[in-house]
Every structure is written in C-alpha cells, then in structure tokens.
C-alpha cells in the first residue's frame, strides 16, 4: 500500500529543491532550511517503516 505522508514530504522535497537549483538559493535561506527540516521527518518515517 501506498504511504501518502512519505510521498507528500518526498514531493515537497523535489519541488523546493528544484526551485532552490533554479534560483541559485544559498544554504541559510528559507527553502534549503525546509529541505533539511524535511530530510530529518523523512528519516524518521523510514525508520519507523522499517520496524
């Protein structure tokens, strides 16, 4: 079955480092400071998954 909270914080990831790419984003503004926040819930959730 399909984990829908993975894949939101999966595409909300892709999106904003995308925008930050385009954009040339350094590391302290808000998008790439959101883009860590997120690689942190989403290991979280896959070690929760993995139990």
Do not use: F, N
Request: glycine content about 2%; aromatic content about 4%.
């Amino acid at each position: 079955m399909a984990d829908l909270y993975l894949r939101a914080l999966e595409s909300e990831r892709r999106q904003l480092w995308a925008e930050c790419r385009m954009k040339g984003l350094a590391k302290d503004t808000p998008q790439r400071l959101r883009i860590s926040d997120l690689d942190k819930l989403l290991a979280e959730h896959k070690a929760k998954s993995s139990r």
